[in-house]
């Protein structure tokens, strides 16, 4: 977990962030980490850890629209709102709806994030670009929850909290997250439900398809026909022993 501390110390005119703990979805945030880290274990590097990130975020907007009793439509889904000073032209550092305009300051330049997959960043920095790329899923929860309509943490918070603790594992990517939440919002509220609509839109309006398991089918049938030449292959070389012995 990492708070910070701001820049207290420094005079007025010159900080540039007030204390992070001003935003109680920066709180949620960190504590979601020590979830992740406890269930799917998502490690912390490229697409899995844009996944860790993108939840805790996620969680961590949950947590704040709902003390603010905010519906998905209502919330501004800002992740560190108020956390730069007045000497800062922005208003947070990430947004879900609109990844890549929470800020844009001289000082501290513009909020990076991509919001597709199109934009996606390759970069050895930040871990592979986890707070950068986790733009795309934080994204796509967005559009899934204004789909649905409501209380963002009812539905789709319920579907992206079983993914987190029964579905994903430690090195899950943006496809799996994709197609888990799918089909955990198909077991939770029906096949073809219009939850189960929703998450696939959110999905899509980010460039990733729920379906795109035939990325993994065509691994799959890759992988058995592997296993099935092996068992050819130690078949052919078994029935050759077995002849030799009775020669
Ligand atoms: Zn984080």
């Given amino acids: 977990m990492a708070y910070g501390r701001g820049h207290e110390s420094l005079p007025p005119g010159e900080r540039l962030f007030n204390r992070f703990t001003i935003d109680l979805g920066v709180i949620g945030h960190e504590l979601t980490h020590g ?115 409501g209380y963002a943490w009812e539905k789709a918070g319920k579907i992206w909290y079983v993914v987190l603790c029964d579905k994903m594992t430690r090195m899950s990517q943006f496809n799996d997250a994709a197609r888990l939440t799918h089909e955990v919002a198909g077991a939770l509220y029906g096949q073809g439900s219009l939850e189960q609509q929703a998450v696939k839109t959110g999905w899509k309006e980010v460039g990733i398809p729920v379906d795109a398991s035939e990325v993994e089918k065509v691994d799959l049938s890759g992988c058995t026909r592997l296993v099935g030449g092996l068992v050819v292959l130690l078949l052919g070389l078994a029935g050759k022993r077995a002849l030799t012995k009775r020669n």
Wanted: aromatic share 10%; no cysteine.
């Fill in 35 to 149: 979830v992740v880290q406890y269930e799917a274990g998502l490690v912390y590097f490229q697409q899995a850890g844009a996944l860790n990130e993108s939840w805790a975020d996620v969680f961590g907007s949950l947590v704040r629209q709902w003390t603010m009793n905010q519906t998905a439509a209502d919330a501004d889904w800002i992740i560190g709102k108020g956390l730069f000073s007045s000497n800062v032209n922005g208003v947070g550092i990430r947004s879900m709806k609109a990844p890549g305009t929470a800020y844009n300051d001289p000082v501290i330049g513009k909020d990076p994030q991509p919001g597709h997959m199109k934009d996606y960043i390759v970069t050895s920095s930040d871990n592979g670009g986890v707070h950068l790329n986790s733009g795309i899923p934080n994204h796509a929860f967005y559009v899934t929850a204004r789909e649905m309509g």
